[in-house]
């Protein structure tokens, strides 16, 4: 199995807002235990829309993440990819977590957008870079 983490480079950490990730580590699991991580850059995606696809192409059949809003659900939804929102701290942790079935997520986390104003579902907070 391959999941992804939206990730932030300088804390090592969950990055909070999926459409304004960077950089996603991608992981690979077997046996319940993590074989091989990478590092891959989102930057020249163009975005939002393109993030679903790219993740599909790297093969990844799940997500861990902070906030993620409604369309980027379903957008990942289309491509087979399951999402674990509501994550937060060490993504290596999570990704462990992960993959012994312990993983503590928040299914209504969420982010939202209205009028340039943007809120995160996830302890009240959402962290931009």
């Known amino acids: 199995m391959i999941i992804a983490s939206t990730f932030d480079k300088q804390t090592g950490s969950v990055f909070q807002h999926f459409g304004r990730t960077e950089t996603f580590r991608i992981y690979t699991i077997d046996n319940g235990k993590i074989i091989n991580k990478k590092d891959v ?53 999570a990704a462990k977590a992960f993959a012994e079935g312990k993983l503590e997520y928040d299914p209504e986390a969420s982010c939202h957008h209205n009028d340039g104003e943007h809120t995160c579902g996830h302890h009240g907070q959402c962290h931009h870079e």
Request: charged content about 15%; glycine content about 20%; overall charge negative.
């Open 41 to 93: 850059s989102a930057v020249e995606t163009g975005g939002h829309a393109a993030l679903a696809p790219f993740l599909h192409e790297q093969g990844v059949n799940a997500l861990i993440a902070g906030g993620i809003g409604g369309g980027a659900r379903t957008a990942l939804s289309s491509y087979g990819i399951e999402v674990f929102p509501g994550v937060s701290g060490d993504a290596d942790e």
